[in-house]
């Protein structure tokens, strides 16, 4: 039976762990703080169980928390098998996740280390967040709470994390450097699993074949030979239900992963499969801060016929200068199409819309040369009809479009130039100075009307002081005259209004016919002009075409005044 891998249990030892450890802390009370539990076994171990195993490290923490009153276990969060010179671990990353919702306001780990070993992320974890975010921090074997201020203020925090980080270098160079001379012995094989379609010997010396996969390995040789493509051969393994390289190497159930067309590509770079040793394809330094990365070939050391070949050279060779042909000519497609998008942009962007339907139309780019591969023809069609046998009606080229728009633009500015020389006329003539000063007039002659009103206001209470009215009439004509005032102000206060909107709205007008003269009678394409006039562009199946125009409101408020000048 395959061994699985101390990853895929970490799932179900967490499960575990907490359901026990949340039996025994069952009875505590209700107003403690919410509580985490954060463990982590390096990779250092190899995935060798030991006395330091993650269980016996959880099982303190839980000891811990259960002794304190003051604390109560919320969640546990296990990283087996992660280094802590860095903090992409899917436990931490769930438990940082959890404490900046306010699911978690306690964090203890057994010791600094088990909680990172990057010193300047740590301290800005501890110093900087933790604080932030009022989140205790204990670490239970370096006496550390930050609740305590003489803790928060100690140098020997800061230190520590120091110490780890150098300890974890010192521990990555001496990883490196035991693996260089292991890929110098001649009796070795590179640390890990096997090749999907080996099996690693149990002296642990060379690679044996595994009869029940190596016949998939061969088979997507041919295929690749044969010029067929990595998802097809990756369609093709799914259908035979072939297990995947990571279902045989950590024995995963069928479905916890599938075939695709990476999984088929690093079958087909794997030179293993000559029959000889490749080490050192892989590197990864982490006392040199170094991610793991692809060295060149001539980084390799090989060793020639170690174990038996699913394919030949030969066979090899061909495969390699069939994926470096495809490379180089999708390197050379992508450039060339980055070429055509720039040639072939988009000049109505977020402005066309299906008429009806109501939605953004997209543009698209056809090729219509085929010898050149050029893609000569751009429009935009409707989203909801993107299919081919349902697209007729719904696309409209951006050439034609550009004409339309154009032509459109142009019956503006000619109708606005048209409108504002009539508007210069209104000044000029007789009957428009009359049209012109109507409204002031009724504005002087309410200005009046208010002034008479109060004048009669004020000798209407002279006579009821000299006894002429008694109090019931004069309260009665004192209404009135309040009321007809207040009447006259609203009035007045409103033709004031209109007034200067009419003034800003002449104004404005005149100064975009102003910046529009110059454009009259030009046909030619003006992106930015279309982006300045232009709200939406719609298009209707029956090939009707709808330009609406941002500055309507302006131009029917002027249509206005002239018909009210009529």
């Keep these: 039976m395959a061994r699985k891998s101390r990853r895929t249990q970490n799932a179900a030892g967490n499960a575990e762990?907490?359901?026990?450890?949340?039996?025994?802390?069952?009875?505590?009370?209700?107003?403690?703080?919410?509580?985490?539990?954060?463990?982590?076994?390096?990779?250092?171990?190899?995935?060798?169980?030991?006395?330091?195993?993650?269980?016996?490290?959880?099982?303190?923490?839980?000891?811990?928390?259960?002794?304190?009153?003051?604390?109560?276990?919320?969640?546990?969060?296990?990283?087996?098998?992660?280094?802590?010179?860095?903090?992409?671990?899917?436990?931490?990353?769930?438990?940082?996740?959890?404490v900046r919702s306010g699911r978690i306001q306690c964090i203890v780990v057994k010791d600094l280390s088990r909680f990172g070993r990057n010193y300047l992320e740590t301290g800005y974890y501890i110093e900087t967040l933790f604080p932030h975010l009022n989140v205790r921090f204990i670490a239970v074997n370096d006496d550390f709470d930050s609740i305590q201020e003489s803790d928060r203020d100690s140098l020997s925090v800061p230190i520590k994390n120091m110490v780890n980080a150098l300890y974890a270098k010192d521990i990555s160079k001496k990883i490196c450097a035991a693996a260089e001379v292991r890929a110098s012995r001649p009796d070795v094989i590179p640390c890990g699993t096997a090749p999907f379609g080996y099996m690693v010997s149990d002296d642990r010396k060379h690679y044996l074949v595994d009869e029940e996969i190596a016949p998939y390995v061969r088979m997507i040789y041919r295929w690749a030979l044969d010029g067929v493509g990595n998802k097809n051969i990756a369609k093709r393994m799914e259908l035979l239900g072939a297990p995947t390289p990571g279902q045989r190497r950590a024995g995963q159930p069928a479905d916890s992963s599938k075939w695709n067309a990476g999984t088929v590509l690093k079958v087909l770079q794997n030179p293993n499969y000559t029959g000889d040793m490749h080490m050192g394809r892989m590197k990864q330094a982490l006392y040199k801060s170094e991610k793991v990365r692809w060295t060149s070939p001539e980084e390799w050391k090989v060793r020639k016929n170690t174990h038996e070949p699913l394919v030949t050279r030969d066979d090899y060779q061909k495969v390699q200068e069939l994926i470096s042909s495809y490379n180089k000519r999708k390197m050379a497609d992508d450039h060339f199409y980055v070429e055509q998008r720039e040639r072939m942009q988009d000049h109505f962007t977020g402005l066309v819309y299906c008429g009806e339907c109501g939605r953004r139309m997209d543009f698209r780019r056809y090729m219509h040369n085929y010898a050149t591969l050029e893609k000569a023809v751009s429009c935009y069609g409707c989203r909801k009809k993107s299919d081919a046998q349902d697209i007729e009606g719904h696309v409209v080229y951006e050439d034609f479009l550009k004409i339309v728009v154009m032509d459109q633009i142009q019956v503006l500015i000619k109708s606005m130039c048209d409108r504002k020389k009539l508007l210069d006329k209104m000044n000029t003539s007789s009957g428009g100075r009359r049209s012109m000063l109507s409204a002031e007039k009724k504005m002087v002659a309410l200005t009046v009307k208010i002034a008479e009103t109060e004048e009669r206001q004020g000798q209407l209470y002279e006579n009821f002081a000299d006894g002429l009215l008694e109090q019931e009439d004069y309260q009665s004509l004192k209404e009135r005259y309040i009321a007809d005032r207040q009447r006259m102000q609203a009035e007045l206060q409103e033709l004031e209004q209109q007034r200067r909107k009419l003034e800003k709205t002449v104004s404005r007008y005149k100064d975009l016919v102003k910046h529009l003269e110059s454009y009259l009678d030009k046909r030619d394409f003006n992106e930015a002009l279309v982006k300045e006039l232009v709200e939406r562009i719609v298009y209707y199946p029956s090939g009707g075409i709808e330009v609406i125009f941002k500055c309507n409101d302006v131009a029917e408020e002027v249509v206005r005044l002239l018909e009210g000048s009529d």
């Design 17 to 98: 762990a907490l359901s026990i450890a949340q039996a025994v802390m069952s009875e505590k009370k209700e107003n403690q703080l919410s509580t985490a539990a954060y463990g982590r076994l390096s990779v250092e171990n190899g995935g060798d169980e030991t006395d330091e195993t993650l269980q016996t490290q959880m099982s303190m923490l839980y000891e811990y928390i259960d002794r304190h009153p003051d604390l109560k276990l919320t969640d546990s969060y296990m990283d087996n098998g992660y280094t802590g010179t860095n903090f992409d671990r899917p436990e931490f990353v769930r438990l940082m996740d959890d």
